[in-house]
């Protein structure tokens, strides 16, 4: 009889989201052995699926305080100990003309309360700010918004983790929580890709795993109700804004224009979704109409950009009585000890809140953590810096350090990786050969982030590096990547052309819901480069089990 493996650690991390992440980093840091489980790649849930706003807090100031605040307060320690997972471009709430006008004043008071600097500026000076704002707005207030990179930002704090010990399993699925009488022990996982099974036990198990949490209590016998909200966005081909720009009105549909590195999205839609259609959700028509005509509102290039990709992500919000008819939804963050609600011992839920207040509730969970694991150890992640962010970043400095190597690669290298970039960057035409010639990825980078980034196919080397993010969307690099997985000894070259499809096909989810115009010419000149020239469809991949 061969016996199950089995992994003993102090702490089990269930989810690789931000919040996930962010609590392994908190846990090691506090000195306690952890282990993170995740069924897919880290980011791959809700995370890697928002706008990548790093808010100011003016988004909840009228509706929602404690938000706000919490919002403000990390807003400043992430621009310090997260530097290069953020652009600190400023945001801008505006009055359109068809805007109800005592909601800039409700606005700036508001912001007063909850600690945030908001400035009335002329409509002038917002638009030297922001050239490509709609001229004819009534109003404008500057505000201290930022963006934050949510794929960065994860994979940092996993870097972080796992330098200082932490074991983390992605692409590891947690099928069923182990309870010994009326405490959870350990949990039961699938490794998906080799289809290997084990079990990891722990003095304590914190559930991170974002709406996905319903299921993961139900199989420890609790009953935790999610209420899941769609949100849709879309993305636009150039970066047609500089700085965030809101729509100044109580928050609704398609109220804000986003940049993110070389191109801008426009946010966002909500709706309610069953819980069992979660893992099927999709960008509807109607979405992207409202969002087009929204974001058009408010920066008028948007109707004359190509429209680059869709997509969606579900917001969990949590009943956080053990009621399960919806009577008292949180929408702030939601810490759960099972044991005092539910009579399970070594178990708790954290959820809700948002990307950028991941650092906070990954402290919040740590300290219930290590309270129950009876260590007394405080939380040292407010002012440790991330592995990249530990000093300034100075472009000038790296310029002339990799003397020789395009300034433009030694300038997206430190953009995506800080410090980081001295692992990665040499002076080897090899090494800074580019790959990906939309978002300036060099073999190097690429390398990296197989052997420390725990990439494992060319949709998680997406997540770490922005390959494939730009406007060929893969066309021309996915199978170079493809190549370079075999090179590093990452796969065999029959898995490395399932990885090539897989890629394809989760690109073609986004592109499919906009496929107009440029959209519809690129997928064909796609189409044209795999099929045509590689005859990928044609290839025969061996079923599970058989040999590779
Ligand atoms: C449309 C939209 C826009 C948003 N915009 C912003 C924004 O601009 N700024 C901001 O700060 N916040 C924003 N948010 C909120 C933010 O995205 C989320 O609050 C945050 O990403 C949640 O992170 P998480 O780690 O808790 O959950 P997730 O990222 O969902 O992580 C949970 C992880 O658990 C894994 N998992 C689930 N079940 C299992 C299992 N059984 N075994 C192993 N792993 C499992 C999943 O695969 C997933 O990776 C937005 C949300 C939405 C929906």
Redo the contacts with the bound molecule.
């Keep these: 009889m061969r016996l199950m493996k089995r992994i003993e650690t102090e702490a089990i991390v269930?989810?690789?989201?931000?919040?996930?992440?962010?609590t392994l980093r908190d846990l090691t840091l506090r000195g306690v052995r952890a282990v993170l489980?995740?069924?897919?790649?880290?980011?791959?849930?809700?995370?890697?699926?928002?706008?990548?706003?790093?808010?100011s807090g003016a988004r909840y100031a009228v509706n929602d305080l404690e938000s706000a605040r919490e919002?403000i307060r990390e807003n400043k320690i992430l621009k310090k100990i997260a530097r290069h997972c953020i652009e600190d471009t400023g945001g801008l709430f505006v009055t359109l003309p068809e805007d109800d006008p005592s909601y800039h004043g409700k606005l700036i008071e508001h912001c007063k309360y909850a600690g945030i600097r908001c400035e009335e500026i002329s409509v002038q000076e917002a638009l030297r700010i922001e050239p490509n704002l709609n001229p004819n707005i009534l109003a404008a207030l500057r505000v201290p918004d930022g963006t934050?990179d949510?794929f960065r930002l994860?994979s940092a704090n996993v870097l972080d983790a796992q330098e200082r010990g932490a074991i983390v399993l992605t692409h590891?699925?947690?099928?069923g929580v182990i309870r010994e009488g009326d405490r959870a022990t350990g949990?039961n996982?699938r490794d998906r890709r080799t289809g290997e099974e084990f079990e990891v036990f722990g003095g304590i198990i914190v559930n991170?795993?974002?709406?996905?949490?319903q299921?993961?209590c139900a199989s420890a016998g609790i009953a935790l109700r999610m209420f899941p909200?769609?949100?849709?966005?879309v993305i636009i081909d150039y970066r047609i804004n500089n700085v965030v720009v809101n729509r100044c009105r109580v928050p609704s549909d398609g109220d804000?224009v986003?940049p993110g590195d070389t191109v801008s999205l426009i946010?966002?839609?909500?709706k309610k979704v069953d819980y069992d259609k979660i893992d099927e959700i999709t960008v509807d028509q109607d979405e992207i109409a409202t969002l087009l005509e929204s974001g058009e509102k408010l920066i008028p290039n948007v109707s004359r950009t190509r429209v680059l990709r869709a997509y969606?992500?579900?917001?969990?919000l949590i009943a956080v009585s053990g009621e399960m008819d919806g009577r008292e939804i949180s929408r702030g963050i939601v810490l759960i000890d099972h044991e005092k609600r539910d009579s399970v011992g070594g178990f708790i839920t954290?959820?809700?809140?948002?990307?950028?207040?991941?650092r906070l509730?990954a402290e919040m969970a740590a300290d219930l953590a290590c309270a129950k694991l009876n260590l007394k150890k405080r939380c040292r992640t407010r002012t440790t810096a991330l592995p990249g962010s530990e000093r300034k970043l100075d472009q000038a400095k790296s310029v002339k350090f990799f003397t020789g190597i395009p300034n433009s690669v030694v300038g997206s290298t430190l953009y995506r990786h800080g410090q980081r970039i001295r692992n990665i960057l040499h002076r080897d035409k090899r090494n800074y050969g580019l790959i990906c010639e939309c978002e300036m990825v060099t073999e190097g980078e690429i390398e990296y982030a197989l052997k420390k980034l725990n990439a494992k196919d060319i949709v998680d080397l997406r997540r770490r590096t922005r390959i494939g993010m730009g406007p060929c969307q893969g066309q021309l690099c996915a199978y170079r990547a493809a190549g370079l997985f075999v090179k590093y000894d990452s796969a065999t070259s029959t898995e490395s052309n399932k990885m090539l499809v897989d890629f394809l096909e989760e690109r073609w989810k986004g592109i499919k819901p906009v496929l107009w115009g440029d959209a519809l010419r690129s997928v064909e000149f796609c189409y044209w480069i795999y099929q045509g020239l590689f005859g990928l469809g044609d290839v025969k991949f061996p079923e599970e089990g058989e040999d590779r």
């Design positions: 269930i989810g690789g989201g931000a919040t996930g992440a962010g489980i995740e069924k897919s790649d880290m980011a791959s849930g809700t995370t890697g699926r928002n706008h990548g706003l790093l808010h919002c934050i949510p994860t590891t699925g947690v099928s949990v996982c991170a795993s974002g709406v996905w949490g299921e993961l909200s769609k949100g849709s966005m804000i986003v946010g966002t839609t909500s969606c992500g579900v917001r969990p954290i959820a809700g809140g948002k990307l950028m207040t991941y509730m």
